[in-house]
């Protein structure tokens, strides 16, 4: 209920900051700036689009009491869809001033006799395009994650500073002081807010490096990183959390990823060290992790994220995992066994082929020393004499081996591919399962 209030306060005052301007331009309304109707619209979404820009900043500062609220894994998903939604407001901005004939569409077409404040709109719209046509389409082009990251931050900042000069620049409404004043509070928070994440963040994370320990090979096509803290204790975590990551000689690169913890939080190893379980999907993790070598130096910004079981109480847990999303319940489970939780628990582990099974050995160990575990493993293709479950995790499977009686009860963790969270976002209320029982955690930041 507390992380729900907190949850309804940070979004309410994000609704607040969005339409403030807005408010603000009614109660300080100057009747000399009197426009038709079109012409209001045309400010509002310009304003609107603006806002929400100067918000992203925020979105992606890794904040702390908003993340805690919503988990960092869905703000950077909410962040993704208001960059589209802001482009769109932008967008209306010059279609309703040409609708209204304040503009021409001369106007709208970049040339050198354009008034500056104009020019300035024009290309902040441009860098708006830009920002979210290479993140929508990054794959397609082929654009690494790294030059990605630099482009997006860059041209994140330069789209902001040519649309406030846009705004303070044409005048009506901005003309006022105190508007003129509210934007440049506005700025000044959120870039503030950008650079300290940019900027102060990185110079904190100078003071606690660490060294990459063993680089170990996994099933399913997949690395562990053992990382030891160096000239410091390092941190706990909670299990099911994770932290962004990067390797070379100071934590300023770019080429950061975001990777769920794969050890028990609860107790680090006798010199601290951590591990993060990774499978080659994309450029880094299938050209950089497999390549790096003990000794590399390496930079940990964490922990974050609130899929954990440490935030939810229930009767007993359901986790259900596939691929490589296994590891933040792998961590989860280590964590139960370590404290002997008595409550029961119950994983589905589901992967293409057996061979895929990432941990499956250490599951399986877990398997028979915990009392209260029960490992059901799902294959999609199994070989020859596979005696397990096959196909897709079902309504059918889950309900074949959860307690009839009990299992509404439960909480629920669910990590893997799309396919699979979106098919257990269904299923699970349809047999019922409360829908605030139900935690996923998706890594498709871009």
């Known amino acids: 209920m507390r992380l729900i209030i907190r949850g309804v306060f940070w979004f309410g005052l994000y609704l607040t900051i969005i339409l403030f301007p807005l408010i603000a331009g009614v109660v300080f309304f100057d009747a000399s700036q009197a426009a038709s109707p079109f012409i209001y619209l045309a400010i509002a979404t310009g304003y609107i689009a603006l806002a929400l820009m100067a918000t992203e900043l925020a979105l992606v500062s890794r904040f702390a009491g908003v993340a805690g609220a919503f988990g960092l894994d869905s703000l950077l998903q909410f962040h993704r869809q208001i960059g589209i939604a802001s482009m769109a407001f932008a967008a209306a901005h010059p279609l309703l001033l040409v609708a209204d004939r304040a503009y021409t569409v001369r106007l709208l077409v970049p040339n050198a006799q354009l008034p500056w404040p104009v020019s300035a709109g024009g290309l902040a719209f441009l860098l708006a395009v830009l920002v979210v046509g290479l993140s929508v389409y990054r794959r397609h082009l082929r654009l690494s994650y790294g030059i990605w990251h630099l482009t997006h931050g860059l041209f994140s900042i330069a789209l902001i500073g040519f649309a406030a000069a846009h705004v303070l620049g044409i005048g009506r409404f901005a003309a006022l002081p105190v508007m003129r004043a509210l934007w440049i509070v506005y700025l000044v928070f959120f870039v503030g807010m950008f650079l300290r994440y940019r900027l102060l963040r990185p110079l904190s994370l100078m003071r606690h490096p660490w060294e990459v320990a063993e680089n170990r090979v996994e099933h399913g096509n997949s690395h562990t990183l053992v990382l030891r803290p160096v000239g410091h204790d390092g941190f706990r975590f909670e299990p099911g959390q994770f932290a962004w990551i990067g390797f070379g000689r100071s934590p300023f690169a770019t080429d950061q990823h975001p990777i769920s ?37 390496a930079w940990v910004d964490g922990p974050h994220g609130v899929f954990t079981i440490d935030r939810e109480e229930g009767a007993g847990y359901v986790l259900i995992g596939g691929g490589v999303g296994i590891t933040p319940l792998y961590s989860m489970l280590q964590a139960l066994e370590t404290r002997g939780d008595p409550r029961p628990v119950y994983l589905f582990h589901a992967a293409n082929d057996y061979g895929d099974l990432t941990f499956r050995e250490e599951l399986a160990e877990m398997d028979a020393r915990m009392e209260t575990l029960t490992v059901v493993t799902v294959l999609l293709r199994p070989h020859e004499g596979w005696e397990g479950e096959s196909g897709f995790v079902t309504e059918e499977i889950i309900t074949r081996y959860l307690p009839p009686t009990l299992y509404r009860r439960f909480q629920y963790f669910i990590c893997g591919p799309g396919p699979l969270m979106d098919a257990m976002e269904r299923v699970l209320p349809a047999i019922g399962v409360p829908a605030d029982r139900v935690h996923t955690e998706r890594f498709d930041m871009v």
């Open 261 to 297: 913890f794969s050890s028990n939080g609860d107790i680090p190893n006798h010199d601290g060290a951590i591990a993060f379980t990774i499978k080659q999907l994309g450029d880094w993790s299938s050209q950089v992790v497999p390549t790096v070598e003990p000794g590399t130096r």
